[in-house]
């Protein structure tokens, strides 16, 4: 198999996420190998039986409104999602298929591989599902490999070994199905990130480098900065994957990329895709030293285009914070996750004091850096008391805006775990959807009929006075007549915080 082609495969929502750069990294170094390398990416398609997260997150108010400015300038695909993708595989004709997935998003992907199940192509899934599900992920028939892990490193080793017709079943990261029973190889050592090429995001569709942000529409560049995280929060997989690598390995997954490598990163964004907003990924940027944040910062001079990046409150830092703003700081995410101090030290393990957060992200108020707070509501053992102390931190902080997703219990979370246990989930073998979409959690002390309410309600409750918080309650109740309550207030809301010199 000497010439062999390539289809990645990604079965996102529409306008879920930025340009993937994991995506962008697996077709510069498959191409690098000489395999031609074609991308299917779902997320321009109008038609998928799934949310639009960007309409959910406008219905809740979770961001400043910008859907008028994107329908003019993106444009989706209403062709049916699953015949473009049997069309795509008979033209194409490829040798692999490359399948990159969420868990929220695998049953969607597995719809699109039944779909052409009948051609029999190889097919390899990777990403975080995958990585903490291989068997079952493997159960099912259009699965014939699972990368666990990282998988720059094993897609290259597996594309080779395909190329030279020799048996790949020894392939690091790889697990395989062979006679009914499951194999799974060891995991390779982390990849130094400055040692892989830069990402060929031409593969993506023009559209995709629009993104709202503030209310305005940008290219926008997405840079991987760190990759993992140091942090211990019980509803989130990364201490599990931090785990399994130190067990594995020896050694840590957490790292980060050179500035150098930042810098050239940034260079090919604006110099050949026409970027003029930078979303540097990490989960916490702040995690970068002082020094390096000067080194950053003489850097980024060259460029001073508006750039988002993601913190903490205990790592939010004047001195830092002061220097960013400076050459282009424009928007700034902060996990706050729960308001109440006990229950987020004890249930999810995120330590701080709210006078701590109070304090860090008033510091934001003086440099004016806008900034979002991200909150989660529907927690197991959470009651509908203590949604409200979120809602009274997040009214003694100020933010510019406030999302409120719903807990949902992913595979290798301890919360998922906690949840089985608990008997908050009942089935075991549940794949978790979108933290955009309704509970999974059946608990008596906080219905899902609650939850949702308190969601409906949230974004009110932290801008309205407090003495109109017995009218917004009664919208929590799922009735016609509260969602007609609902729809006054959001209008009255959209009216007095989503002017259009506010949006």
């Not at 033209?91 to 051609?119: A, Q």
């Not at 990046?309 to 902060?334: A, D, F």
């Not at 932290?462 to 007549?481: A, G």
């Amino acid at each position: 198999m000497a010439n062999i082609k390539v289809l990645i495969l990604y079965p996102n929502p529409r306008k879920m996420a930025l340009m993937y750069g994991t995506i962008a990294l697996f077709s510069a170094l498959l191409k690098r190998e000489g395999v031609t390398v074609e991308l299917f990416d779902t997320s321009l398609y109008k038609e998928q039986g799934l949310l639009d997260p960007e309409e959910v997150a406008e219905k809740y108010l979770m961001y400043k409104l910008a859907s008028h400015k994107y329908k003019n300038i993106v444009t989706t695909n209403d062709i049916d999602v699953y015949s473009a993708l049997s069309s795509k595989t008979k033209e194409f004709k490829p040798d692999l298929i490359c399948v990159t997935c969420v868990e929220s998003t695998f049953e969607y992907g597995i719809s699109l591989l039944k779909t052409i199940s009948d051609e029999k192509i190889l097919t390899i899934m990777g990403g975080l599902f995958a990585t903490f599900s291989p068997d079952y992920t493997l159960s099912y028939d259009e699965i014939d490999i699972v990368c666990v892990g990282e998988g720059e490193k094993a897609l290259v080793d597996l594309v080779r070994r395909l190329k030279s017709g020799s048996d790949y079943s020894s392939t690091d990261n790889l697990c395989f199905k062979n006679n009914g029973k499951i194999i799974k190889n060891k995991i390779g050592c982390p990849i130094p990130l400055d040692e892989l090429p830069l990402g060929d995001f031409e593969i993506f569709n023009e559209n995709r480098i629009y993104r709202a942000m503030e209310g305005e529409i940008y290219r926008m560049a997405p840079i991987e900065t760190h990759r993992g995280c140091n942090n211990i929060c019980t509803f989130c997989n990364s201490p599990l994957q931090n785990q399994i690598y130190k067990n594995q390995t020896g050694e840590k997954y957490f790292r980060a990329k050179s500035l150098q490598r930042i810098y050239e990163e940034i260079k090919y964004f604006v110099d050949t895709l026409k970027a003029d907003y930078m979303f540097f990924w990490a989960d916490n940027f702040f995690t970068f030293s002082l020094e390096d944040i000067e080194a950053f910062c003489e850097m980024y001079v060259e460029f001073q285009l508006p750039f988002y990046c993601q913190s903490y409150p205990t790592t939010i830092n004047e001195g830092k914070l002061k220097l960013l703003k400076r050459v282009g700081l424009h928007k700034l995410g902060v996990g706050i996750e729960h308001g109440n101090e006990n229950f987020r030290n004890n249930i999810i393990k995120r330590n701080y004091s709210n006078t701590q957060a109070i304090r860090s992200l008033s510091l934001l108020k003086k440099y004016e850096v806008a900034f979002s707070t991200n909150n989660i509501i529907g927690f197991p053992d959470e009651t509908p008391e203590l949604v409200m102390d979120t809602v009274e931190l997040n009214r003694a902080i100020d933010p510019d805006t406030a999302s409120c997703s719903i807990f949902t219990p992913f595979r290798g979370t301890p919360l998922r775990e906690y949840a089985i246990k608990k008997g908050y989930l009942r089935d075991p073998d549940l794949i978790a959807p979108s933290n955009l979409d309704s509970s999974v959690l059946d608990m008596p002390q906080f219905t899902k009929e609650q939850i949702e309410g308190k969601r409906r309600a949230f974004e009110y409750y932290i801008r309205f006075p407090r003495k109109r918080w017995k009218e917004i309650s009664r919208i929590e109740k799922l009735t016609p007549e509260s969602e007609r309550l609902w729809e006054e207030l959001r209008q009255e809301y959209v009216e007095k915080y989503c002017t259009e010199n506010n949006v």
